[in-house]
T-cell receptor
Framework: GQNIDQPTEMTATEGAIVQINCTYQ??????LFWYQQHAGEAPTFLSY????GLEEKGRFSSFLSRSKGYSYLLLKELQMKDSASYLC?????????FGGGTRVLVKP | DGGITQSPKYLFRKEGQNVTLSCEQN?????MYWYRQDPGQGLRLIYY???????QKGDIAEGYSVSREKKESFPLTVTSAQKNPTAFYLC??????????FGPGTRLTVL
């Protein structure tokens, strides 16, 4: 079976750092995706982790621990435009199983 | 420009009617997917297709049907058997084992 858990909502201040955690139980696990979704829009790709460790891409970083079934997305130097939902998705074969999404609200 | 298009953007349906949502991609991707998203929720997989003339049920296929007659097209029909069809519908495509690219979505409302 597939199960992805992430917090429902987080609030942070502009310029700060926020870490969004994701735990997963995915049969045939290939890797872990993170997507950003602004309200009413389509999700856009942020990162894909296959191996353990941290991958950094500008202000966004993503971490994966396969042995712990755990990932996080780190958003640094938060900007108002980062207010969005962040979706964690476990990959198995060609299929993705999505968590419920974490809504991040950035306050001035 | 390569990408995924969905139409219409907004769709209104009367109870008891079937409606078909269009999804077209010119990315030359083999795999295509349909997801449903309810307010404040994540994405749930309805159907997916890894190759032309073949498709598989996802987690919530009841009340929906699909076809994959061409590589570029993967239309979704929401039938009258779907009791709660009001939702945001997203189509996606991908090469095997890679990131999925999403279309802009269709918002379906049952009147």
């Amino acid at each position: 079976g597939q199960n992805i858990d992430q917090p429902t909502e987080m609030t942070a201040t502009e310029g700060a750092i926020v870490q969004i955690n994701c735990t997963y139980q995915t049969s045939g696990f290939n890797g872990l995706f993170w997507y950003q979704q602004h309200a009413g829009e389509a999700p856009t790709f942020l990162s894909y982790n296959v191996l353990d460790g941290l991958e950094e891409k500008g202000r966004f970083s993503s971490f994966l621990s396969r042995s712990k079934g755990y990932s996080y997305l780190l958003l640094k130097e938060l900007q108002m435009k980062d207010s969005a939902s962040y979706l964690c998705a476990g990959a198995a074969g060609n299929k993705l199983t999505f968590g419920g999404g974490t809504r991040v609200l950035v306050k001035p | 420009d390569g990408g995924i298009t969905q139409s219409p953007k907004y769709l209104f349906r009367k109870e008891g009617q079937n409606v078909t949502l269009s999804c077209e991609q010119n990315l030359n991707h083999d795999a295509m997917y349909w997801y449903r998203q309810d307010p404040g929720q994540g994405l749930r997989l309805i159907y997916y297709s890894q190759i032309v003339n073949d498709f598989q049920k996802g987690d919530i296929a009841e009340g929906y049907s699909v076809s994959r007659e061409k590589k570029e097209s993967f239309p979704l029909t929401v039938t009258s058997a779907q009791k709660n069809p009001t939702a945001f519908y997203l189509c996606a495509s991908s090469y095997s084992y890679n990131e999925q690219f999403f279309g802009p979505g269709t918002r379906l409302t049952v009147l």
